[in-house]
T-cell receptor
């Protein structure tokens, strides 16, 4: 079965420092991977996705993610964190079994960026 | 503006009192789904719909019903809510079952007492 793991409940980083939010996955077949962000009292917003092609994927708000097939990882990164990046981040993998589209989400990682 | 709209945003109800959470999208998307979000569990799919009159169970369908009579609307029905259905609910839509970028509503926080 497809699954996603986000090993950190919370990540703390100082403003201006680089940030990494970790995600590992387990899929059969080619992985379709996603990152979503949830700001307080808001729905999930799409950040970026990996379907095929370059292992480094660029997304919204200066975020990028690196797909590593050998390590089955899809870590989210940003070179310089902002306080406004503080939010809940979800990694997800598409489950295409049965011919329908479902997203399998990780438990989420709360990112706290301190001034 | 392209959006998924859920109502209500907040709801407190009593055990056993039927309720409906509405979801509407204005993007002419075929695929819609409902998720519930619980701490430490991420989002789990309740039901999904591939098009009008085509719905099916997700991972946690017990205690829920859905309908898809029109393409834009996908209401979530709790016939007899119980406290274990206290959660944050999200409706999502995507263009079709192959296009996997999903758009989410703002969420409905439901409390069942």
């Amino acid at each position: 079965a497809q699954s996603v793991a986000q090993p950190e409940d919370q990540v703390n980083v100082a403003e201006g420092n680089p940030l990494t939010v970790k995600c590992t996955y387990s899929v059969s077949g080619n992985p379709y991977l996603f990152w979503y962000v949830q700001y307080p009292n808001r729905g999930l917003q799409f950040l970026l996705k990996y379907i095929t092609g370059d292992n480094l994927v660029k997304g919204s708000y200066g975020f990028e993610a690196e797909f590593n097939k050998s390590q089955t990882s899809f870590h989210l990164k940003k070179p310089s964190a902002l306080v406004s990046d503080s939010a809940l981040y979800f990694c997800a993998v598409r489950d295409g079994t049965g011919g329908y589209n479902k997203l399998i989400f990780g438990a989420g990682t709360r990112l706290a960026v301190h001034p | 503006e392209a959006q998924v709209t859920q109502n209500p945003r907040y709801l407190i109800t009593v055990t056993g009192k039927k309720l409906t959470v509405t979801c509407s999208q204005n993007m002419n998307h075929e695929y819609m789904s409902w998720y519930r979000q619980d701490p430490g569990l991420g989002l789990r799919q309740i039901y999904y719909s591939m098009n009008v009159e085509a719905t099916d169970k997700g991972d946690v369908p017990e205690g829920y019903k859905v309908s898809r009579k029109e393409k834009r609307n996908f209401p979530l029905i709790l016939e007899s809510p119980s406290p274990n259905q206290t959660s944050l609910y999200f409706c999502a839509s995507s263009l079709d079952r192959k296009n996997t970028e999903a758009f989410f509503g703002q969420g409905t926080r439901l409390t069942v007492v």
